[in-house]
């Protein structure tokens, strides 16, 4: 018996640093993760209306036939995110249902809009998503008006019809990133980083002058 | 009344603890005398010898540990010397200076940036300090055998790789903190 217990114990004492080499390097992992994985933004081109202009009202007319307005002062006081996605991209496909609770969960007031293909495929492709609660708008003079070039793209207008962010948005994270460049007012991840690039040699000169 | 060994493992831990505590200080002395510098306790002209000062007591202790001669005096010194970077982190920390290198990394120029300051490192001082305690209680007698000899070095390394290891998570969350935390 005693011999018994010494074994297990040097088994167990074998167990408890091999665990805690296992702890020690999935640590390590996670801290060089963060260190290569910056956080990624979502990509804004140059051309188009320019982030912080006040859009002008667009009234256009949405698949189910209603009329809606895209742009100027909400009334609601809500703020807009379209989403430009189209039948043939599969990218699109996996970000709706991330818009849709993105949306709910921000408040904010969702249009999905489109253009090409017959408007038989859009309506199907609607349906097949099950977004048929939101405004589609197939439209190809409001994609042009913004300069969308690749989808999925999106533009946030917030309630008084300023442009707050555009972009590419493959991820959900891109599709957050936008609504943070609005809440925090910083345009894209490049001027966050070089803020704070600012600020760290600002405040070492504060405490080395 | 504790265990001889356990006493031994505490003692052993804490003396190789101080001695590369030492070590790193001095190793990386300008960065040292930056961070101690940052805390803004200690009169300017002070800051350099202090940072002399301070890893050479962290090596005197840590020897004294190591050979078994740490009574009263070297446990009081240690506890002492503990509970004083805690008190310099917790003002620090209230201030709401979170964002100076906390002068305590190990491997944190492998990292690229120091380790800044959080109530974890306030926490693993205090823990440090009921290590002194215990350590510094007296030992019942008890003749140590060959098995407790191969215990308390496995016990050391594994001490020495969990604490690695919270290091490192402190770290880690220290990262995920600052992309979260606005820069004010």
């Not at chain 1, 925090?184 to 080395?208: F, I, K, P, T, W």
Request: hydrophobic fraction near 55%.
């Amino acid at each position: 018996m005693p011999d018994a217990l010494l074994i297990s114990n040097a088994v167990l004492w074998c167990v408890v640093i091999v665990l805690a080499l296992v702890v020690l390097a999935l640590a390590r992992q996670v801290g060089v993760l963060h260190e290569r994985v910056a956080p990624a933004g979502a990509l804004m081109p140059t051309s188009g209306p320019k982030v912080g202009e006040r859009t002008q009202p667009a009234t256009l007319r949405a698949l189910a036939g209603t009329d809606i307005t895209v742009g100027g002062v909400s009334p609601d006081r809500r703020a807009t995110l379209v989403l430009w996605i189209s039948p043939t991209c599969p990218l699109c496909r996996g970000l709706v249902p991330t818009a849709v609770s993105m949306a709910r969960a921000e408040g904010l007031r969702l249009v999905f809009a489109s253009d090409g293909d017959s408007l038989e495929q859009h309506q199907a492709y609607v349906r097949d998503l099950g977004i048929e609660e939101f405004p589609y708008v197939v439209s190809q003079a409001f994609g042009i008006s913004h300069a969308v070039s690749k989808l999925p793209f999106a533009i946030l207008v917030d309630a008084d019809g300023v442009l707050r962010s555009k972009g590419l948005v493959n991820t959900r994270e891109h599709l957050e990133s936008l609504v943070l460049s609005m809440e925090s007012g910083v345009r894209s991840l490049q001027e966050y980083v070089g803020l704070a690039e600012r600020q760290d040699e600002a405040s070492l000169r504060g405490q080395h002058p | 009344m504790i265990d001889p060994l356990a006493s031994r493992v505490l003692a052993l831990a804490l003396g190789l603890l101080l001695l590369v505590a030492a070590w790193h200080k001095l190793a990386a002395r300008d960065a040292f005398v930056a961070a101690l510098d940052d805390y803004r306790l200690l009169p300017a002209g002070s800051v350099r010898p202090v940072a002399w000062l301070l890893p050479v007591i962290e090596a005197a202790l840590g020897l004294l540990w190591l050979a078994g001669l740490a009574r009263s005096g070297a446990a009081l010194a240690t506890g002492l010397l503990l509970a004083a970077y805690a008190a310099a982190m917790a003002i620090n920390l209230r201030l709401g200076r979170w964002n100076i290198g906390c002068g305590c990394g190990f491997g944190g120029a492998a990292s690229g940036r120091e380790q800044p300051l959080s109530w974890w490192l306030v926490l693993r001082n205090l823990l440090l300090i009921a290590a002194v305690v215990l350590a510094a209680l007296p030992s019942s007698q008890r003749t140590l055998g060959a098995y407790d000899w191969l215990t308390l070095a496995l016990a050391l390394v594994a001490l020495a790789l969990l604490y690695s290891g919270a290091s490192q998570l402190m770290r880690n969350g220290a990262a995920i903190a600052a992309w979260r935390k606005p820069r004010a």
